[in-house]
């Protein structure tokens, strides 16, 4: 199953998305710049192979929900989302707003 809702952080806009499969959820919080998302985001792939795309994205480790991952920290970014002052540690929300 699959859920997309819209949710607020601090009066701005995101989508967040839960698919839901065996075992695991893959979770998603996204904007038109970028994206955070759970641990299944490969973001040595989207470094290494696919550099002539500008992604802002990042990841985070543990969480189960989208309010999981809303309050977590980022585990790992992309190159290109450091431009925007992303860095592992920072909190996701805090991350988010500064792609608005």
């Known amino acids: 199953m ?3 809702k ?3 952080i601090r009066g701005h806009a995101f ?3 839960t698919v839901r499969l065996p075992y695991t959820n893959l ?3 996204t904007n038109e710049k970028g ?3 759970c641990g299944a985001l490969d973001v040595d792939l989207l470094n290494d192979r696919l550099t002539d795309r500008p992604i802002i994205a990042g990841r985070a480790v543990g969480v189960k929900t989208i309010e999981d991952l809303q309050k977590a920290t980022l585990d790992k970014v992309t190159n290109h ?3 925007f002052g992303w860095y592992e540690g920072m909190p996701i929300e805090e991350a988010l707003l500064k792609i608005v």
């Open 15 to 17: 989508t967040a998305v």
């Open 6 to 8: 819209p949710i607020e």
């Open 35 to 37: 994206y955070v998302m």
């Open 81 to 83: 989302s450091k431009q």
């Open 27 to 29: 979770l998603v919080i």
């Open 2 to 4: 699959m859920e997309m």
